[in-house]
């Protein structure tokens, strides 16, 4: 049977309250212009984007694992969903779930979740909310997920929109 976990209506708030921005500066260049090195350094780093998404892939399994549940591997197809979702809500500044028929199909499936989210300050920030709520933190400790994909986006006010698909194969 598939299995569609069930999450809050999509019209719930699935943030915290941002009362404020820090503000933090850094010094760069000081010592004069970058150099080869500089560079270099800079292209080892991973984006924004990239390393907010790997903190909610590692957030999420230290939830499993601490509750003796599987591991979980990253799959590219659920990845390149959940960026497209994430993507769709930044855009259309509006939480929602996506059908999740097609990601089954697409995705080489037979069940299959999503937590979705935004304005949180941070990956770790993200997942704890999920936890928090029944729906959410049901999909994270799901016993016969074995796949994940993540997609987030910063949008023009500095807020993150989050999506997260978890699939099981066979």
């Given at each position: 049977?598939d299995?569609?976990?069930?999450?809050?209506?999509?019209s719930?708030?699935?943030?915290?309250?941002l009362?404020?921005?820090?503000?933090?500066?850094?010094l760069?260049?000081?010592?004069?212009p970058?150099t080869?090195a500089?560079?270099?350094?800079a292209?080892?780093?991973?984006?924004?984007?990239?390393?907010?998404?790997?903190?909610?892939?590692k957030?999420?399994?230290?939830?499993?694992?601490?509750?003796?549940?599987?591991?979980?591997?990253?799959?590219?197809?659920?990845?390149?969903?959940?960026?497209?979702?994430?993507?769709?809500?930044?855009?259309?500044?509006?939480?929602y779930?996506?059908?999740?028929?097609?990601v089954?199909?697409?995705?080489?499936?037979?069940?299959?979740?999503?937590?979705?989210?935004?304005?949180?300050p941070?990956?770790?920030?993200?997942?704890?909310?999920?936890?928090?709520?029944?729906?959410?933190?049901?999909?994270?400790?799901?016993?016969?997920y074995?796949?994940?994909?993540?997609?987030?986006?910063?949008?023009?006010?500095?807020?993150?929109?989050?999506?997260?698909?978890?699939?099981?194969?066979?």
């Amino acid at each position: 049977m598939d299995h569609f976990p069930a999450a809050p209506a999509p019209s719930r708030p699935r943030a915290a309250l941002l009362l404020g921005t820090p503000v933090i500066t850094a010094l760069i260049g000081l010592s004069g212009p970058p150099t080869s090195a500089d560079a270099a350094q800079a292209a080892t780093k991973p984006s924004a984007t990239t390393a907010f998404r790997l903190q909610v892939v590692k957030s999420t399994v230290t939830e499993r694992t601490s509750r003796h549940r599987s591991t979980l591997a990253r799959q590219k197809c659920l990845d390149t969903l959940a960026q497209a979702q994430a993507s769709r809500m930044a855009k259309k500044q509006t939480l929602y779930h996506q059908p999740l028929g097609p990601v089954l199909d697409r995705c080489g499936l037979r069940e299959v979740g999503e937590n979705v989210a935004y304005g949180f300050p941070s990956a770790k920030a993200t997942v704890a909310g999920w936890m928090r709520s029944p729906g959410h933190r049901a999909n994270i400790l799901h016993s016969s997920y074995r796949r994940i994909g993540v997609g987030a986006v910063k949008d023009s006010h500095g807020r993150w929109w989050v999506c997260e698909l978890f699939g099981r194969t066979a």
